[in-house]
Each structure stands twice: as C-alpha cells, then as structure tokens.
C-alpha cells in the first residue's frame, strides 16, 4: 500500500460514518490476526494457530492462502474501497470539515516526520542472523538500508502533500471538474504503487519464452519424449 493511498484511506475512516471507523477497526484486527499464524501470543498459547486451522478446514476458499501472512493482501484492495467511499465526502464544503481535514492530515504529516527522526534509533536494521557476520559488512548492510528506509519516507511524505494538495483544491472548488480531480489523484496513487513495486518486480523478472528456455539444457529423456 502506497503512502497516498493510505493516507486517504485514513482521512476517509474519519469523514465516514462511525460504523465505518468500527467495522474496519475490526477486519483490520481480524486480518492481521491471521496474518500471525502461529507467531501470536504469549509462550505457549496457540489460539491464533487453532483459529487459523478452523478456518482453513471449515470456511470455503480459506484453504487458497497458501501462508497465513497472505491473508495481508486482502488489505489493498479493502483500502482502496473505503478510500474511493470516502473521498466524495471529503471534498464537500462544509467549515467544520475544513478545519478536521488540516487537524487529521497534519497529525498523519506528523507521525511521518517522526519516523523519519527516530526510525533510524529504533531499528536495528540487521535480522538475527546478520547479528554474526563480519562488523564490517554489518555496516555496510545498515548504512545501506537506512538509505533506503530514509528516501522510502520522504518518498511517503512528498505523496502525502500531494495528495492532500489535490484534495484540499477541490475542497477549495479550484479544480471544479471531477473527472480531472479523480485523474490526477489515480495518476498519482498508480505512480506511487508502480514505484513499490518495481522493487519486487521490475523488467528483467519478465523475459520472453525463447530466452527463458535458453537457460535449460534438456536431457537425452526430455528430447526422446518430445519426438
């Protein structure tokens, strides 16, 4: 989730009516409850692995998770639903809604630059296992990821003015066309996604069949069959 579409998605619970607000605490809960699996809880306890197991037997289409942490990719597509919901009634005029929108959108602004300031203290930015490698490499590994976690934050907090930017000009009826309002702000929530997801995926994941097949040698058996 980029950090526009999460941005309106939480200015959107707050304008929504409150079983909005409720409704959502609670599938938030939920999803990020079985996205635990089994790592939830204290010692021994293994509620979260039961209801998981319950689930997975007995509720239909719960079984094509493969990984109980891909439960979270439900999350998008319910963000963007209630952001779509509410952004109508974010650009409604009303002075009470004015002074709501500068409050949740400079705490939301707010909470970035924090952890812009102390993200770098808090984290150790190395896994369990990296804690015995060379010190050397150590460093190397943290300098290189606070970089990334520092240009991924400004990145976060450029979108997020953008964001609210167009949200608050046609709040404002400077931009009086909807069709221009909702494409602006998709040109920007697809750019801020196609930018997460280049780190995952980017062109070379993507090869055509002719040079994929080039990375095999078929064996004597795999030629016989294909005769």
Same mark, same amino acid.
């Given at each position: 989730i980029g950090g526009s579409l999460l941005f309106?998605?939480?200015l959107a619970l707050f304008f929504s009516d409150k079983r909005l607000l409720i409704g959502s605490t609670i599938?938030?809960?939920?999803?990020?409850?079985?996205?635990? &699996? #089994?790592?939830? &809880?204290? &010692?021994?306890?293994?509620?979260?692995?039961?209801?998981?197991?319950?689930?997975?037997?007995?509720?239909p289409m719960f079984d094509k998770f493969r990984t109980p942490n891909s439960a979270v990719s439900v999350l998008p597509t319910f963000v963007i639903i209630i952001g779509a919901l509410g952004i109508e009634k974010l650009t409604q005029q009303d002075s009470e809604k004015s002074k709501k929108l500068l409050?949740?959108? &400079?705490?939301?602004? %707010?909470?970035?630059?924090?952890?812009l300031a102390l993200g770098s203290l808090s984290f150790s930015f190395l896994s369990p296992a990296e804690v015995k490698i060379d010190y050397r490499v150590q460093q190397t590994l943290i300098e290189g990821r606070k970089m990334l976690f520092t240009a991924d934050?400004?990145?976060?907090?450029?979108?997020v003015v953008i964001s609210f930017g167009l949200i608050y000009l046609k709040y404002r009826n400077y931009i009086?066309?909807?069709i221009v309002f909702y494409g602006l702000l998709g040109v920007l929530f697809c750019a801020d996604l196609v930018s997460?997801?280049?780190?995952?995926? %980017?062109?070379?994941?993507?090869?055509?069949?002719?040079?994929?097949?080039?990375?095999?040698?078929? %064996?004597?058996? #795999?030629l016989q069959i294909t005769q």
């Open positions: 309106v998605f939480v599938f938030f809960f939920i999803i990020f409850l079985l996205s635990l &699996g #089994s790592h939830a &809880g204290l &010692g021994d306890n293994e509620l979260t692995l039961n209801i998981n197991r319950m689930l997975f037997d007995h509720f409050k949740i959108s &400079g705490i939301f602004f %707010s909470l970035l630059v924090a952890i934050v400004y990145r976060s907090m450029f979108v009086k066309q909807e997460i997801n280049q780190r995952f995926f %980017s062109d070379e994941n993507f090869v055509d069949s002719s040079t994929y097949d080039e990375q095999f040698t078929p %064996s004597a058996a #795999s």
